[in-house]
């Protein structure tokens, strides 16, 4: 794939995907404005939100990196067998496991410091944990397909890849947690 490295071949490769995310992000704040009075009853769950999306964020941001140099090395087939295409899934998911209740006893803790402990530990963890090992596997599609939409459509994937991942990740990210909430609170 030769990349033509001049502003007009990068404007007309990204300005398109930019415009679209810019919507996508949109439903991020609807979600987000739909249950403020939970968030705001609950500040444990008011803490949990930038530190979801932006972990999530991360994990994906990471994984289209790898993604991205292994496609640039040759070492990237997207067939269901690729081992390195299973490895960094994998690692991406056990990186989630540990980190995101990580985050939701710190959530916790900073909201117990303030003298907000409406919701239990177990509670606040329940929720960091189930959305966001949902939202590492479907960080993981995104990356993925983003990627593989990368190649087919002969773009860069150092250009494209990471804007997607960590934009779709932020819809995603809100959305799952609110429906971790409506589940679990």
């Not at 992000?25 to 500040?43: K, M």
């Not at 530190?51 to 292994?70: D, E, K, P, Q």
């Not at 995101?100 to 907000?116: D, E, K, N, R, Y």
């Not at 606040?124 to 190649?151: I, M, Q, R």
């Amino acid at each position: 794939m030769a990349t033509d490295w001049t502003v007009r071949a990068i404007t007309r490769a990204m300005l398109p995907v930019l415009l679209l995310l810019t919507l996508v992000e949109l439903g991020s704040g609807l979600v987000l404005g739909s249950f403020e009075a939970t968030l705001l009853r609950y500040p444990s769950l008011l803490v949990l939100v930038p530190v979801t999306i932006g972990t999530a964020g991360n994990l994906g941001s990471v994984l289209a990196a790898r993604l991205s140099t292994a496609f640039h090395l040759g070492t990237l087939s997207f067939a269901p067998d690729d081992e390195t295409l299973a490895g960094n899934a994998l690692a991406t998911v056990a990186l989630a496991a540990t980190i995101f209740p990580l985050v939701g006893l710190g959530a916790w803790g900073l909201s117990a410091l303030t003298g907000s402990t409406e919701l239990s530990p177990w509670t606040v963890l329940a929720v960091s944990l189930s959305s966001g090992l949902s939202l590492a596997v479907l960080a993981v599609v995104v990356t993925v397909v983003a990627t593989y939409a990368a190649y087919r459509f002969e773009l860069d994937p150092d250009d494209v890849v990471i804007p997607v991942v960590t934009n779709t990740c932020d819809v995603l990210g809100v959305v799952l947690l609110y429906l971790a909430v409506l589940v679990l609170v």
